[in-house]
């Protein structure tokens, strides 16, 4: 008995931060957003975060909530599995469950909501196990292997081997996939995770090489040429979809962005990933390392030539060759209806390429309002249901000038729409050199005419809580300091004139 107890503790259940904001947690609202944004969204909005509500059902493996019946068949069914990281699916499936009761609490409290969901596995039943466990393998195969992989270290009895860098999920954008990932799934027949690859590098780089299944998006355009950008998703949609009824392996129901792998080239790209999260879209993620991970990736594996099974992944539309392979004909399941929908991949991207522009100081211009603002912009992207409001600077606006350095992007809560062409230009890298105030007293000041709490994305792709207020004349941005609670930065304060 002593023993059973021993493996369920250090084996079963999450040994690493099993607390308030601990990283068992936040690793859940990644898969919560994985699957089910619009449920994510919903509760981002009312700041209820998973450790809320699900730290008592992680640290007793539902114990607590459920009969002593129903616990004995939970365990038994989990333990069968021998995979600690079903938890994590039998706790999103009683979210799933409960999804339409919860979504219809907007107008309650927090802490009523958090109470619902804290209640919610008492409900559970004997006869609700099968399909409770069912349910929860049916998500378990829609999600990425690199969901467990990657985070591992969460379970067992050694905390060897791991990285702050790599652990840190509470800033994560999204899940993660890596770039091995990607291409093993790819290769894959029947069921599983397959993986419709978004490259979102400039056009030269792409040019250069890119991953032959890859659609190309440039992210500049959502600044540059919003139209173009708007006509490239729709392309992006229908390339998907006709992928996917082909049968090719360049076809997947879940979208992989994919940046070069340098911070400040993937700021960018982290603007179009958040738009698409915003606009509830499932199955996103992004390749680890981007571009230069799968460079690596390949060289590790030795990739040089037609008797490696990776050999044809990597394609140029530029003639230009400086990437670690060449390019090589592969043998694939599907034959000639693979090449055929690469080559109409290829097509459909190098169609809707711009001519070559100084896209990066333009913007760089746009965001330091060194120089005549850009021209509006829009974006109006396929999703049926929302429409997006135009925000834009025009030449006869007076620009105010920026607090400090340079701004990051915001995404408002649900109820806003997010624009994602509206970037704070008053970032500030040097931390000791920003004004600390208390929040509650700017947010209760008689000149503050609205409030709204929001997240700040970094270039990085990390996301930090903040509040954006607004008075009758200025827009001021105030980030959270995790460490001093009721505390933040003054990121920003801009004139609303300079704004549109």
């Known amino acids: 008995l002593g023993n059973c107890f021993y493996r369920v503790c250090h084996y079963s259940l999450p040994i690493l931060d099993c607390s308030l904001k601990g990283r068992p947690f936040h690793l859940f609202r990644l898969l919560i957003q994985y699957h089910e944004p619009e449920l994510c969204s919903f509760l981002d909005t009312k700041k209820i975060t998973p450790d809320s509500y699900a730290l008592n059902w992680l640290g007793s493996l539902f114990a607590c909530y459920c009969s002593i019946e129903v616990t004995q068949a939970i365990w038994d069914g ?89 652990a840190d999920l509470s800033q994560a954008l999204c899940l993660a996939v890596s770039v091995s990932e990607i291409l093993q799934a790819n290769q894959l027949q029947g069921e599983g995770v397959r993986f419709f690859v978004v490259d979102c590098r400039p056009a030269e780089q792409y040019n250069a090489g890119h991953l032959s299944t890859a659609f190309h998006l440039d992210s500049d355009l959502m600044l540059q040429n919003p139209s173009e950008f708007a006509q490239s998703v729709k392309s992006l949609l229908e390339a998907q979809k006709q992928s996917i009824e082909s049968g090719s392996i360049a076809g997947g129901e879940h979208l992989c962005f994919m940046g070069s792998g340098r911070e400040e080239e993937d700021m960018y790209m982290n603007m179009v990933l958040a738009h698409f999260l915003q606009k509830n879209k499932e199955y996103v993620s992004i390749a680890s390392g981007g571009f230069m991970a799968l460079q690596q990736h390949l060289a590790d594996i030795n990739v040089d030539g037609p008797e490696n099974g990776y050999g044809h992944w990597i394609a140029s539309t530029s003639g230009s060759r400086n990437s670690i392979i060449s390019s090589v004909d592969g043998e694939s399941s599907n034959g000639s209806n693979d090449r055929g929908m690469k080559s109409l991949v290829n097509k459909m991207t190098v169609a809707l390429k711009t001519k070559s522009v100084n896209v990066r100081e333009k913007v760089i211009s746009f965001i330091e309002n060194t120089s005549t ?122 004139a609303l004139n300079s704004v549109e």
């Open 78 to 166: 989990y333990l069968q599995q021998a995979d600690p990281f079903f938890i994590y699916f039998l706790m999103l499936i009683i979210l799933v469950n409960a999804k339409e009761l919860i979504l219809t609490q907007e107008s309650d409290s927090k802490e009523e909501v958090i109470q619902f969901l804290e209640n919610t596995p008492s409900s559970l039943n004997l006869e609700d196990i099968e399909d409770l466990f069912s349910l929860a393998q049916y998500y378990c195969s829609k999600t990425p292997a690199s969901f467990r992989k990657d985070n591992h270290h969460l379970f067992g009895s050694t905390l060897l081997g791991i990285k702050d860098d790599d």
């Open 373 to 494: 603002p850009v021209d509006r912009m829009s974006f109006n992207l396929p999703w049926p249901d929302r429409s997006c409001t135009e925000r834009h600077v025009s030449s006869s606006d007076k620009v105010g000038k920026p607090y400090r350095g340079v701004k990051p992007v915001f995404s408002i809560g649900d109820e806003e729409e997010y624009d994602t062409d509206e970037i704070d230009s008053s970032s500030m890298s040097d931390d000791d050199r920003k004004e600390v105030v208390n929040i509650q007293t700017w947010i209760n000041k008689p000149d503050v005419k609205h409030h709204f709490p929001c997240k700040e994305v970094k270039e990085s792709g990390h996301m930090f809580p903040s509040h954006l207020l607004v008075t009758a004349t200025h827009m001021y941005c105030l980030r959270e300091i995790l460490s001093r609670k009721g505390l933040a930065y003054i990121q920003s304060r801009q």
